[in-house]
């Protein structure tokens, strides 16, 4: 069964968070992405709730966690500190964390702070940082397939789709990705109410504009970042990467390089899945999911 309560944080926002296990049980918490909410785990929290704490928030701008208005308060570090705030409101010593496309952006940044509490990482379908960034400068494909980031960051995007209508935007956004007459009608009426909220699509939008992702313009040559030339922490925890190889918006490429960066990496190619793996086929991800996080809590249990 799923509690819900909303989690005044010490970075300054409330966050609303779906709470599901035993709080007896290893401590998880799962990231949603863009433009979806703690529902993006639906299909995979009735799987693994017997063996683990799952701790499911919708992550600052979204839902019904507080929607700053201003892009500075979606810089990245904040995001990241959200997470461990949000371990910290539960008492939470050690966890795992789960993230799925803007949720694996700030667990893979989380990772690389190398902070104790965080003892595995799980993402699906979110690029590294560093191969996501050289990706949108060195591969054309790539950088055609993430042209909407640009377009999402123009100011008065959310004023367009509100003229739109928001039934529109839903279908335009998850057309590509999956077939979204196979979106229960309950889900869709979710994602509109969600986003329908006074501020509400300003703020999910504010996540792309606070971020310092470069995104060229189709045929243009520019230089990788300094950022980019210098040596790169590797991530050192436990790693377990979940891609939907059908997913037309972030490519298969993004796996390429990936062992140079993650000190013990495993890799989980779904061949049937799409981007939005977690509830496209959320047994194959939790499938994937169960022996790697009960492997941290095997690992963690005190010695008999």
Do not use: C
């Amino acid at each position: 069964m799923t509690e819900f309560r909303r989690v005044p944080l010490s970075t300054g926002v409330t966050l609303n968070v779906a709470l599901a296990g035993d709080r007896a049980n290893p401590a998880v918490i799962l990231l949603h992405g863009f433009p979806e909410s703690h529902r993006t785990w639906r299909e995979v929290t009735p799987r693994l709730q017997r063996e683990f704490f799952l701790v499911m928030p919708d992550q600052r701008g979204f839902a019904g966690s507080d929607l700053p208005q201003d892009a500075d308060d979606y810089k990245t570090d904040l995001l990241i500190d959200d997470i461990f705030a949000l371990a910290d409101a539960f008492g939470v010593t050690s966890f795992a964390l789960v993230g799925h496309d803007w949720g694996g952006a700030i667990a893979w940044g989380a990772a690389l702070r190398g902070d104790p509490r965080l003892t595995r990482l799980a993402i699906v379908n979110a690029p590294h940082p560093v191969i996501f960034q050289k990706s949108l400068i060195e591969s054309e494909e790539q950088r055609a397939a993430s042209q909407y980031i640009t377009a999402f960051r123009a100011p008065g995007f959310e004023t367009m789709v509100e003229s739109q209508g928001f039934d529109w935007f839903f279908d335009t956004t998850f057309a590509r990705h999956v077939d979204v007459t196979t979106v229960p009608a309950a889900e869709r009426q979710q994602y509109l109410a969600d986003w329908s909220q006074p501020g509400a699509f300003n703020a999910m939008l504010n996540w792309y504009r606070g971020s310092k992702v470069v995104v060229p313009p189709p045929g243009v040559t520019i230089p990788l970042p300094d950022w980019l030339l210098r040596a790169f922490p590797k991530v050192k925890i436990s790693t377990l990467v979940i891609w939907g190889m059908k997913d037309a918006a972030l490519l298969p490429l993004q796996l390429d390089g990936l062992e140079e960066l993650v000190e013990d990496l495993s890799i989980e190619r779904l061949p049937d899945a799409g981007h939005f793996a977690p509830w496209e086929a959320g047994a194959e991800v939790a499938a994937a999911l169960e022996p790697f996080l009960a492997a941290d809590a095997d690992a963690t249990a005190p010695a008999a």
